[in-house]
């Protein structure tokens, strides 16, 4: 059974820092794309980084620049680490993995496994 954990979500005021550690378990995590999702209230869950199993790193237009995507194939474990938070960064967060066929891993769709999700709340 694949799980994903996520934790180090939190609540956090503008201009601060989270790192959100995604522990897997149940999957070969090395050939595994990753990903970082998040869902506000009322909105889409949205793509905001992954990383390949080849370590090439997408992120999200409001992201670019503050987060940063990041794996660690020996704890089998991704990291995305937030600074500069804004407000609008107040989600909950996602961590997904895709297979190695994966073609879009900045798509949703994409993904077939997720975990159950961290609160961020970023304060004024």
């Known amino acids: 059974q694949v799980l994903l954990a996520e934790s180090g979500g939190g609540l956090v005021q503008a201009g601060g820092s989270l790192r959100l550690p995604c522990a897997a378990s149940?999957?070969?995590?090395?050939?595994?794309?990753m990903g970082w999702f998040r869902q506000a209230p009322g909105k889409e869950r949205e793509f905001v980084a992954a990383i390949s199993r080849f370590h090439s790193t997408y992120y999200a237009d409001s992201v670019k620049g503050r987060f940063t995507i990041s794996r660690d194939n020996a704890k089998n474990t991704v990291y995305l680490q937030m600074n500069s938070l804004k407000p609008e960064d107040t989600a909950v967060y996602y961590c997904?993995?895709?297979?190695?066929?994966?073609?879009?891993?900045?798509?949703?769709?994409?993904?077939?496994?997720w975990g159950r999700g961290t609160q961020v709340t970023v304060s004024s």
């Open positions: 149940g999957l070969t995590f090395s050939i595994y794309h």
């Open positions: 997904a993995a895709a297979p190695e066929s994966a073609y879009d891993i900045r798509s949703r769709e994409t993904y077939n496994h």
